[in-house]
């Protein structure tokens, strides 16, 4: 009988190398799922128990903060009406170029998206941001705003910005720093905020905190189109919203030049690349908040930004008005597409809308 020889032990260097098929699977899983959206989450779950604990941690944790630690404060979302936990969108601070396709975003749990990926606050106000650098007839660089002391190296301007229609703020273009007072909405967002699910608006967003008359809330941020774009994108939306449950957030801002004879069209489209502004409804009597085109120094282009116009107590919906629903008539009013449920004592039943 052939005496069996014993199992070959593995030498040291070939010892590290094992590791078991499940710690490796598990890594993998770690570092690919916080990649994926909810449809390919979905699919990833129904493969394996292992999947689905990890796709329900990721859901869990997404619902916790919308903006992915980009922001200060965490938003979370909170839903009691049917089962999705959260929206997904791709996050921005700040107004971008149009992408086509939106590129993936992490968004994966606490762990994953603590201090390490969290960007500071100067890097969330200015990068990526339009900007141009003052320069004499020399080409030597300037500093300057409306803030005399700019020029001295340090700015000490107005701490709150009015409720004008247009006002100014430091920027690239002043000698003074991200402290300066005169940079509240370079700062990100500084009010606790939270989403809810509502049965006919969808989500909303509301305070989550006691907001004063004249503080920031955020600014309307995402992708900045080109009208031709602007109206193509808006006509797919169109489309969409008749044949199912679609929401879009495409806004428009004109900004009249001082001649009167000429107006600056801005498109901001939110939908697929946004931030918490996008969860804003209408309100046909005005809303609780006021919109502000701020115009920072140095900068190309203006941003829309909210404040609260009046106090506004913890557990309500902020709102703004679109603009004017009478003006909105004839073949552009279509209610099954525009049907407006504010609930305000004033409301027209339509949202306002453009023929863009």
Known sequence: MKRQSPPKKPRLGEAQLIIPATELFLRCANLILPWLNPQELATVSLTCKTLALISKSLTFHRSLNAARSLENLSIPFHNS???QRYAYFIYTPFQIPAS??????????????????????????EHGRFGVSLVDESGEKMFGCACERCE?????????????????????GCWCGSDCPNRVSQKGISVRLKIVRDEKKGWCLYADQLI???QFICEYAGELLTTDEARRRQSIYDKLRSTQ????????????????????????????????????????????LSTVLLRSSGALLPRLCFFAARDIIAEEELSFSYGDVRSVTGKNRDKKLNCCC???SSCFGTLPCENT
């Open 81 to 83: 009406i049917d089962s």
């Open 100 to 125: 086509s396709p939106p590129p993936r975003q992490w968004w994966g749990g606490a762990t994953e998206c603590g201090s390490e990926s969290r960007p500071s606050s100067d890097s969330v106000s």
């Open 152 to 172: 001295e190296g340090y700015c000490k301007c107005l701490g709150v910005v009015g409720m004008e229609e247009i006002a100014n703020e430091c920027g690239s």
């Open 212 to 214: 004063k008359q004249g």
């Open 245 to 288: 449950s679609f929401t879009s957030a495409l806004l428009v801002v004109r900004e009249h030049l001082p001649s009167g004879q000429a107006c600056l069209r801005i498109n901001i489209d939110a939908t697929r690349i946004g931030n918490v502004a996008r969860f804003i409804n209408h309100s046909c009597d005005g809303g609780n």
């Open 342 to 344: 504010c609930g305000s």
